[in-house]
Structure formats: structure tokens, C-alpha cells
């Protein structure tokens, strides 16, 4: 039993020494980032946050908290025009999702 138990402790230690993808999955943990990264990984171009905002029940404040945290988390890359924010899915975003749903990626 204690040598299982060390194994599995070994086992935890390579599982998780090296996480990166932990802030992946917790950005999608949340409905408001999960629908805005989903939508913009199916999206065939960039959108800017007042396209974005229509998508979600929630204030103007929560969607740019939301994008903020999905850019943080590698999922959404962010371009500046003017007073204008524009969003579009990475290819780690796009990856996850269409191998969620079972598609070959583009």
C-alpha cells in the first residue's frame, strides 16, 4: 500500500510541477468567458467589444473583465484601433474548442 501510495504522490507531482493549462480551463469555467471565447473561436473575423457585449447578459465592465481574463489565459489575442478593442480566438482556443466538439481544425 505505501509503495501505490508513493507512486501515485510521484504520479500528482508530474501531473501538476509544470500546469500551464490550469488558467486555460479556469478562464472557461466561468458562463459570460466561455460563451465570448466560444463565439469567437466559431467567428471568421475579429470583433470589437460592442459586437461582443450583445452576446452576454451582463454589463459593459464584466465583458471587458471577461476578455481581459481570456487574453491573460492565452485564449483571445487583443488589437487596439483608436478608442476601439478588437478580439479574435487563438489557435489554442480554436484547437480546444473544435476538439471538444469532435471537428477536424481548419
Do not use: I, M, P
Amino acid at each position: 500500500v505505501e509503495q501505490r501510495l508513493e507512486e501515485l504522490r510521484e504520479l500528482a507531482d508530474l501531473a501538476f510541477q509544470n500546469d500551464t493549462s490550469r488558467s486555460v480551463f479556469a478562464a472557461l469555467g466561468n458562463e459570460t468567458r466561455y460563451r465570448l471565447a466560444r463565439a469567437l473561436a466559431v467567428a471568421e473575423e475579429e470583433l470589437c467589444v460592442c459586437e461582443l457585449e450583445s452576446l452576454v447578459a451582463v454589463s459593459e465592465s464584466a465583458v471587458s473583465h471577461a476578455l481581459s481574463d481570456l487574453v491573460d489565459a492565452g485564449l483571445l489575442s487583443r488589437r487596439k484601433e483608436g478608442n476601439w478593442r478588437y478580439y479574435e480566438a487563438t489557435a489554442l482556443a480554436e484547437a480546444l474548442f473544435e476538439t471538444a466538439d469532435g471537428r477536424e481544425r481548419r
